[in-house]
């Protein structure tokens, strides 16, 4: 899957997308809407910005446990850029890790919401 994401010396620029699901509580996608629509973003690039960070700065932090939402929660799928997804897949492949936790852990992380210290 292709979007075009803008213009370079007259012709389309794309990126390759790839579907990536997960089960968010229903606030915190709200939130992360809101706050992509205030940034002029796309709510796909604003997860794909939230999930490289939390990859690039915060992950080796997580090789024991991650921070998981209700059970309940509703299922979201993204078209993410493939090579965030493919870092995403690669994590929780090498560390028996569910997405979903990933995904959610980074989203309390950009949010402010995890209390990390006493976590620990």
């Known amino acids: 899957m292709e979007h075009e994401v803008g213009q370079s010396d007259g012709a389309p ?3 390759h997308r790839t579907n ?3 089960r968010l509580p229903r606030w915190a996608h709200k939130r ?6 205030l940034a002029g973003k796309t709510v796909a690039d604003h997860y794909a910005a939230v999930l490289e960070r939390f990859l ?3 992950a080796d932090g997580f090789r024991k ?3 998981t939402g209700p059970t309940s929660s509703p299922s979201v799928t993204l078209a993410l850029a493939q090579p965030v997804v493919g870092r995403v897949r690669e994590l929780a492949d090498e560390r028996d890790m569910v997405i979903s ?4 852990t980074a989203i309390l992380i950009h949010m402010g919401e995890a209390h990390i210290a006493r976590a620990a």
Do not use: F, H, T
């Open 13 to 15: 620029q794309y990126v």
């Open 20 to 22: 990536l699901s997960m």
């Open 32 to 37: 992360m809407k809101g706050e992509a629509k």
């Open 56 to 58: 690039d700065e915060e």
């Open 65 to 67: 446990y991650l921070l």
């Open 101 to 104: 936790d990933i995904v959610y």
